[in-house]
């Protein structure tokens, strides 16, 4: 690159293409737009694992041309819980602001795992995308 550059930390990740322009590519931690607001979907995870039913949650951001992105969690309940995507809801509106409570609530069972064991958020997306067609 022939021009002096200043470059910041932002946490977005991204590349160069041919011409030298950045063509963003995600974010390296987990901060989504919602509603106008500045999100960090660890703090959604945190107040639902929180719960004393709820042994593992993701939140993820599904984009809506409307708002910028809705939020979807998925999470893993302990057996002997009954649970429900309206009382999780509840809770997490009791300690978040209403753009952060999870519009979508999914139960499972297990979560896609990436080869070093973190949660496969990437892999959850390509099945919300892949039932969405």
Not at 17 to 37: A, P, Q, S, W
Not at 46 to 65: F, K, R
Request: glycine fraction near 6%; charge should be negative; proline fraction near 5%.
């Amino acid at each position: 690159m022939g021009r002096e550059e200043r470059l910041y930390c932002t946490g977005d990740w991204v590349t160069l293409d041919e011409k030298g322009n950045f063509l963003f590519v995600g974010r390296k931690d987990h901060m989504i737009k919602t509603r106008g607001y500045r999100v960090e979907l660890g703090e959604i995870e945190a107040v639902m694992v929180a719960h004393p039913a709820v042994d593992e949650a993701v939140a993820l951001a599904i984009p809506d041309d409307a708002i910028g992105n809705t939020i979807r969690a998925i999470v893993i309940i302990s057996n002997s819980s009954s649970l429900t995507s309206t009382e999780l809801k509840r809770h997490c509106a009791e300690k978040l602001p209403p753009y952060m409570v999870p519009e979508q609530v999914e139960f499972r069972d297990t979560l896609p795992r990436t080869g070093n064991g973190k949660i496969d958020r990437q892999e959850l997306l390509r099945e919300r995308t892949k039932s969405s067609q």
